[in-house]
């Protein structure tokens, strides 16, 4: 690994890992299931839903046509993969690394974040 990836792992970790360590919060991506692989109130959740869901709610949110949402998610998808695999020596989807996966395809947002409020009542 070069020094500045070196550099920029060990700073991602220690912020990460203090901010865990100082509040109940939500981290999205940046490899905390990683990073926070062993913290004991941690619980790591991947959220997935089909390709076509996912255009549909990019079309939506972001007023975009659909080319241009597939083009987004393509792009989201491909540099979260790259990160973790360049990072962590992982893969972003491997369902092992987290504690839940859960698919929106017929649950809202709302409906999912209920489930992992729940979830984090069973965590031992």
């Not at 409906?111 to 069973?122: G, H, M, N």
Request: aromatic letters at 8%; glycine letters at 2%.
């Amino acid at each position: 690994m070069p020094l500045n990836d070196t550099r920029y792992l060990q700073a991602l970790e220690s912020v990460v890992r203090d901010l865990a360590r100082s509040q109940s919060l939500v981290i999205q991506g940046r490899g905390s299931q990683f990073i926070l692989k062993d913290h004991p109130r941690a619980l790591h959740v991947l959220v997935v839903a089909p390709l076509e869901v996912r255009e549909k709610r990019v079309m939506q949110n972001l007023k975009l046509d659909q080319e241009t949402a597939k083009r987004e998610i393509a792009h989201f998808d491909n540099s979260s993969r790259k990160f973790i695999k360049r990072y962590f020596k992982a893969e972003w989807e491997d369902p092992e690394c987290y504690d839940l996966v859960i698919n929106t395809e017929h649950l809202s947002f709302q409906a999912a974040a209920s489930i992992v409020v729940d979830a984090l009542s069973f965590k031992d």
